[in-house]
């Protein structure tokens, strides 16, 4: 079976890099499908193990042909035979970018113990401290630490997507980050003042030989599509910079 996938010539190709069904793909594979002709073929690559099992079903309620998977040296080369619902496919994408562009996230908050709150979104539920802490150790990270982390955190994931998405090795992918306040004091009631994030440093250093524009080129889709990127410069000196060694 795989060596008569290998013999096929798709019409369309493209790549969904390590993105799983629930963060975008199937937007994505709707799209390329839309520019697939009726009974052409669809070569969607991939580095996400779940996709596996999320394409079959997909395929068959979207009225397309699963034709099978093929391993190759960085990643899953997946086959899909366009359908006859041209009108559907188009309604089912328009569908998509309305909900995608109407999506909210939802969560909760309780106060849990001392100097703790816990967090409840989607399936799971985390823990966060004080507003702000300046002790060497605590027992939760601080609310001003979730927010640098979900940062930097949102950062390296989205750069290793985009790299993969560009077949780019990049390796060891790791960020640093340090942030101050205006006025610490004003927090702590002490004295009037703006306790508002003044400034964010983050650098980000990766591990490549890939050609160096090229991963600078993925880096700036990064930081450009970023939500929390694209809302902190609005507020605060956001100083982002990209190191390859």
């Known amino acids: ?64 042909e699963y034709l099978g998977k093929v391993a190759a040296e960085s990643c899953t080369r997946y086959f899909v035979k366009r359908g006859s619902g041209l009108k559907d496919e188009e309604e089912a994408f328009k569908e998509d970018l309305k909900q995608a562009q109407e999506y909210q996230w939802r969560l909760r908050t309780r106060s849990t113990g001392h100097l ?17 802490s300046f002790e060497e150790k605590d027992k939760y990270p601080c609310a001003v630490e979730y927010l640098f982390g979900a940062l930097a955190g949102s950062l390296s994931t989205a750069f290793a997507t ?51 524009e090229k991963v600078k080129a993925a880096w700036e889709r990064t930081v450009t599509r970023s939500p929390l990127a694209a809302t902190l410069q609005k507020a605060v000196v956001l100083t982002l910079k990209l190191a390859l060694v």
């Open 162 to 212: 985009e790299c993969a998405k560009d077949n780019l090795e990049v390796d060891d992918i790791e960020i640093s980050l340090s942030g101050s306040l205006n006025n610490i004091l004003s927090h702590m009631g002490l004295e009037e003042g703006d306790p508002s994030i003044r400034e964010i440093e983050l650098k980000c250093f990766a591990s490549t030989f890939e050609d160096e």
């Open 1 to 64: 079976m795989e060596r008569e996938l290998d013999l096929i010539t798709p019409d369309i190709v493209f790549d969904g890099g390590d993105m799983d069904c629930g963060s975008g793909l199937i937007l994505l594979i709707r799209e390329q499908m839309l520019k697939t002709p009726l009974d052409g073929i669809l070569e969607m690559r991939s580095r996400e193990p779940t996709v596996a099992d999320d394409l079959p079903p997909w395929c068959r309620m979207s009225g397309h």
């Open 116 to 132: 703790k709150s816990t967090v409840y979104t989607r399936n799971f539920s985390f823990e966060i401290g004080q507003p702000v």
